[in-house]
């Protein structure tokens, strides 16, 4: 079976990693400069309340998406030979999941309302449940661009989408809509995305579904999707059950304080998780050079991740203040978060080096035991702590994620065939950072009498300052690229000053005849 060109195809050898690396940062860093600032404007307008109906009803399309993004898509990616028919019957079976699911959760929108005591909250998951047929349509696009490494168009869909969806978002609390603005951003946001994915990719699905390219394809992607399920509910465990154990308030406060440190952990690490996969994939059959990539990579995550958490939580209460008196607690739930985040951003690149290795069914064994294990520490939180939800809910993630990401080390070590002292190795220099940055924001925000942005805005800086130089100290590597960028900037210097001089020369010539 021989891959077929163009679209399906691997990216050209000019599509380099570090490019598409680059460009899956920018992707993730626009992403976060965007949702941070819509979530901050929007929780200030709205409140907690809100924004807990809406996290409670988006469990049920995060649902669907997970399953069409992580059981087909890293299908497309991993697969060595891909053909025009695997790509059109994968579309296809794409569309019947989404239409399927999307029946689903119209159906059961009135039961988890009155599960969770809320009628508000069946309309609101009937609305959004209607995007996902729409956003069924690219599923095998984006796919086909992150196998390419195409990451400057998905950057593209994402940016645009969100701006688009932001404003909608902004105007609707504006004009009084309460969740209801929230339901518009979401809408708002799917439709343009889409629109966008398929101007700017060049594949065209035809109407055909072969049986042997589906066979192929759900032979992986079957457990690729288990490990998906698992997945969803060990990253959504916590507002399914907060939900039912303390209501949408706490929901509200909590799922603001986890945005705020996933997307420190999104804009540094998720940019490397997404070319983790097809980065992986390409030195599958060559067990040094994927230890030495895959170290590589999660020495550069835990340098970028852990610091900025670290600076997230000593800038805490600026933070908080900023929001408002409705958002009391959140900067407890800021530290608590940020600390239970460090734990998962360790084990970040984890997932998808099991799943290049070719082993979806052991990363699908250890995401359902980790699942467990937070469904377990919800519930004993709730049962023996309720005295105060929220640092009940958060001190359970926070154990729960510290066990999880035990596990996967320990098992990523023995089927990758990696030394647990070289795992640890990596994470040593943004540990330290991480602690830098904390004990530096903090102490500066105590000693600081400022208005809350004046806070945020000087902590941070001396956090990052601080933080850089302790890692620049014990990180070679980082030197040497610290070196190697500003090496470059003297090179291209002296080139532009080498241009410049002939036209120089020239000018100077016609002016004298």
């Known amino acids: 079976m ?84 695997h790509a059109d019957t994968a579309f296809w079976l ?16 009135p039961w988890w309302a009155d599960l969770n005591g809320l009628p508000e909250l069946a309309p609101v998951i009937r609305v959004l449940a209607l995007t ?67 101007t700017v990719s060049s594949w065209r699905p035809r109407f055909r579904v072969d049986g042997v390219a589906a066979r192929q394809l759900w032979s992986y992607s079957t457990r690729a999707a288990t490990s998906s399920l698992g997945l969803f509910l060990g990253s959504r465990v916590d507002i399914l059950l907060t939900g039912l154990f303390f209501g949408p308030v706490i929901v509200g406060l909590y799922r603001l304080a986890q945005r705020l440190t996933a997307t420190a952990v999104d804009v540094t690490a998720r940019g490397m998780q997404a070319v983790a996969l097809p980065g992986l994939s390409g030195v599958q059959d060559d067990s040094g050079a994927f230890a030495g990539r895959l170290l590589r990579m999660q020495r550069i995550t835990s340098m970028l991740a852990l610091p900025l958490l670290g600076l997230l939580a000593g800038a805490a209460l600026p933070l908080e203040q900023l929001l408002g008196p409705e958002w009391e607690s959140t900067a407890t739930a800021i530290r608590l978060l940020a600390l239970m985040q460090a ?14 290795w070719n082993r979806p ?18 519930v004993s939180a709730a049962w023996f702590l309720d005295s105060d939800g929220l640092i009940a809910l958060c001190i359970a993630m926070i154990v729960a994620t510290a066990l999880s990401s035990i596990l996967i080390v320990a ?73 190697d960028v500003q090496a470059r900037l003297v090179r291209g210097q002296r080139h532009g000053r080498r241009m410049r001089a002939p036209a120089g020369q020239d000018a100077a010539a016609e002016e004298a005849r």
Request: with cysteine; charged share 10%.
């Open 94 to 109: 794409v569309i019947a999941v989404g239409l399927g699911c999307t029946a689903a959760a119209v159906a059961l929108a």
């Open 132 to 198: 996902v047929p729409l956003t069924s349509t690219v599923v095998v696009h984006e796919a086909l661009l992150r196998r390419q490494l195409a990451f400057k168009k998905l950057t593209v869909r994402t940016w645009v989408s969100l701006i688009a969806g932001g404003i909608a978002g902004v105007l609707g609390a504006v004009l009084g809509l309460g969740v209801w603005a929230l339901v518009l951003q979401q809408v708002v946001t799917s439709a343009v995305l889409v629109a966008v994915l398929w």
């Open 411 to 483: 098992v990523a070590t023995r089927v990758l065939s990696l030394r647990v002292a070289d795992m640890v190795g990596v994470w040593i220099p943004g540990g330290l950072g991480a602690l830098v940055a904390l004990g530096v924001t903090w102490g500066t925000v105590i000693l600081l009498d400022l208005q809350p942005l004046g806070e945020l805005a000087v902590s941070g800086v001396a956090g990052a300052l601080a933080a850089g130089m302790v890692m620049l100290s014990v990180s070679p590597e980082l030197r040497g690229s610290v070196a």
């Open 2 to 85: 021989r891959a077929t060109k163009g679209s399906t195809g691997r990216g050209t050898p000019g599509t380099s990693l570090r490019v598409a690396t680059s460009w899956s940062y920018a992707l993730s860093l626009g992403k976060m400069a965007i949702s941070l600032s819509l979530a901050f404007v929007l929780a200030a307008i709205l409140g907690p309340r809100a924004f807990g109906v809406i996290a409670m009803a988006l469990v049920f399309i995060n649902f669907v998406e997970v399953l069409q993004q992580q059981g087909l898509m890293p299908a497309i990616v991993a697969r060595k030979e891909l053909t025009a028919r």
């Open 343 to 356: 734990f998962a951003a360790i084990s970040l690149l984890l997932g998808p080096a099991l799943q290049a």
């Open 361 to 378: 069914g052991t990363l699908s064994i250890v995401i359902w035991i980790s699942s467990g294990l937070k469904v377990l520490a919800l």
